[in-house]
């Protein structure tokens, strides 16, 4: 297995920027498609973006499209997603996760998990 952790978490004000990072460990993430979840409280954890092992394919929520976005450094072995124009409903911990195969969007198809980081919106 591999060992996720995340960073780059915050609070930002409403319109701003963070860049959340996805360092691994263990094992090299080069083979595998890389995700980024989100939990607000009280709600499921959703889909945010995916990016196959090469980093050739992407895939957004449509929350997320347009001001997301996601990548990775695979000699580094680290994932990326650099949020722009930030809303308070992106308000959440953010997870990052890896998957088999493909460019998946749901949890179930992920077999490793951060710890998540906390990203606060203000308005």
């Known amino acids: 297995q591999v060992q996720l952790v995340e960073s780059g978490g915050g609070l930002v004000q409403v319109g701003g920027s963070l860049r959340l990072s996805c360092a691994a460990s263990?094992?090299?993430?080069?083979?595998?498609?890389m995700g980024w979840f989100r939990q607000a409280p009280g709600k499921e954890r959703e889909f945010v973006a995916s990016?196959?092992?090469?980093?050739?394919?992407?895939y957004y929520a449509a929350s997320a499209k347009g001001r997301f976005t996601i990548s990775r450094d695979n000699g580094k072995n680290t994932v990326d997603l650099q949020m722009d124009s930030l809303k308070p409903e992106d308000t959440a911990v953010y997870y990052c996760?890896?998957?088999?195969?493909?460019?998946?969007?749901?949890?179930?198809?992920?077999?490793?998990w951060g710890q998540g980081t906390q990203v606060t919106v203000s308005s």
């Open positions: 990016i196959s092992w090469l980093g050739h394919s992407t």
């Open positions: 263990g094992r090299t993430i080069s083979k595998y498609a």
């Open positions: 996760a890896a998957a088999n195969r493909g460019l998946p969007t749901t949890g179930a198809e992920y077999h490793s």
